[in-house]
């Protein structure tokens, strides 16, 4: 499958995994919040949220196709707005996508990760993304998107299943 989208909540795991997944496969990864924010670099120019968030959306899209043009396997994007799944899943169509959202079943295992992690992102409103991981939780499962739970499972038990996923989507 071409493009894998990880999405879900802060501290669900999806850099940790995208990171093994990278590392194992060689497939580069592309964080949403990597794009940087226009309106910050540029103060001078008018710009809604929303159309900054569109442009970021459709900036990675283009990125991600052009590693794809360029021969890569597989290519992984990274988001917590859940309500992108649906155009990347449109946007990718024509190569193949596979969702998955990461969500931990508990409030406590998602403060804990937000708190305690140091992995170079300053997020740290714990309240907040456990509010999020419940809004994924709270989402009725659909079809093309798949949802693991990372309470008690290793980055690499994760990325296990993602790999299983990928496969059986492969499949005709």
């Excluded at 970021?56 to 917590?80: M, P």
């Excluded at 509010?131 to 309470?151: M, Q």
Aim: a negative charge.
């Amino acid at each position: 499958m071409p493009v894998l989208f990880l999405t879900g909540g802060p501290g669900t795991g999806k850099t940790t995994v995208a990171s093994v997944l990278h590392g194992r496969r060689g497939w580069p990864w592309f964080e949403f919040g990597w794009i940087p924010e226009f309106r910050r670099l540029n103060p001078h120019t008018e710009i809604s949220y929303e159309e900054e968030e569109l442009i970021s959306l459709e900036n990675l899209t283009f990125a991600a196709k052009n590693y794809l043009r360029h021969g890569f396997e597989c290519v992984i994007l990274t988001d917590i707005r859940e309500r992108f799944t649906d155009r990347i899943l449109e946007d990718f169509a024509d190569v193949g996508v596979t969702a998955v959202i990461l969500a931990a079943a508990s409030d406590g295992t998602v403060r804990e990760r937000v708190l305690g992690r140091d992995n170079g992102n300053g997020y740290r409103d714990a309240d907040e993304a456990v509010r999020i991981n419940r809004d994924f939780l709270a989402r009725p499962e659909r079809e093309g998107v798949k949802r693991i739970l990372t309470d008690d499972a290793s980055p690499e038990e994760i990325a296990d299943r993602i790999e299983e996923i990928l496969k059986t989507a492969e499949k005709p």
